[in-house]
């Protein structure tokens, strides 16, 4: 869902005039605190883009809510690259100005006692996942999506707790961080991929496009699913999987506007979840349907993530296991 987009002509005029925190309010209602980094992030960002080799008409896109969850990218940018394909900065803003590394997890930041928080830059990760594996357009187009992070408060330091710490080297090499006084980096990082003017091009061909997921991810999971012996059927499963893929196969044909629900009953240990782990690969790959876990535990969410997670990165498949 676009939530705010401008050309960049019209970004800065809009941060001139102070505007930004109004119109994204328009369609999105929001608190002091996130009205506050809106601008702080566009003051900044207005900084870095009224450079003269940015065309007026590339794209400037902020708070864009990411279809069918909570997640909003804070602040992205498109036009087109050498090729003339579409292309698309995501950037990740954090007013932070410290934290420590957390050694025991993957890609994990503590900003205090009991503060654990997703890296920034793994959020912008995140984000660019959801986007590839989801949006048609972003396939079909072949288009360009490139994840950051920007920490513009937050001083590099020379010690081992630092958010650059070698213990997310893999991650940055992949969604690079910017911090105070790199704003040229910054620049430098955006130019290499924006050369052209979009003109709202780009994020209206995956806003107007359709949501599916990308053949690459259908086949990703359903090979994860395949070659897992823990999720290998046996008799009644077996049974109540066919008879459940056939019931969402003719639901799915039917387009009659109707809701239904198909209802496995079962004690602890009898497969349910095997079922429906099952279901959720087979119905992405054959049918190319949108499919989810949904379960209010987290425990449980993160279990069956990890299971599936072979040799892919957990944002391959978080967005698949949802809560309520």
Known sequence: MIIYQETKKDFLE????????????EKFNAGNSEKEAW???????????????????????????????????DFIVTGLNEAKKNAMIVIEFKRWEKVKVVIDRDDMVELGPRNIRQHPSYQALGYVKVIKNFYVAAEDEKMEIIPCSCLHRYERKQTDDDI???????????????????SDKL????????????????????????????KQLQDKIAGMIEGNDEFSMVGMQKDVFENAKN????SSVRKDGKKRVYI?????????SVIAINLLGKLMKKYGMNCQYVTKNQNVRDVLSTQIKGIYKKTEIDNLFSGY
């Open 14 to 25: 809009d941060v001139y005039q102070d505007r930004i925190a109004r119109k994204i309010l």
């Open 39 to 73: 601008i702080d992030a566009a003051h900044h960002m207005a900084n870095i883009l009224m450079d003269d080799r940015f065309p007026n008409d590339i794209t400037v896109a902020m708070e864009f809510k990411l279809y069918n969850t909570a997640m909003r990218i």
């Open 164 to 182: 650059t710490n070698e213990h997310y080297k893999e991650l940055l090499e992949e969604s690079p961080i910017f911090l105070n006084g790199e």
């Open 187 to 214: 620049k430098e990082f955006i130019a290499k991929y924006v050369k052209y003017g979009d003109n709202k091009e780009t994020l209206n061909k995956l806003e107007n496009g359709e949501i599916k997921p990308s």
């Open 247 to 250: 019931f969402a196969y003719l």
């Open 264 to 272: 496995v009953e079962g004690g602890p240990g009898t497969g349910k």
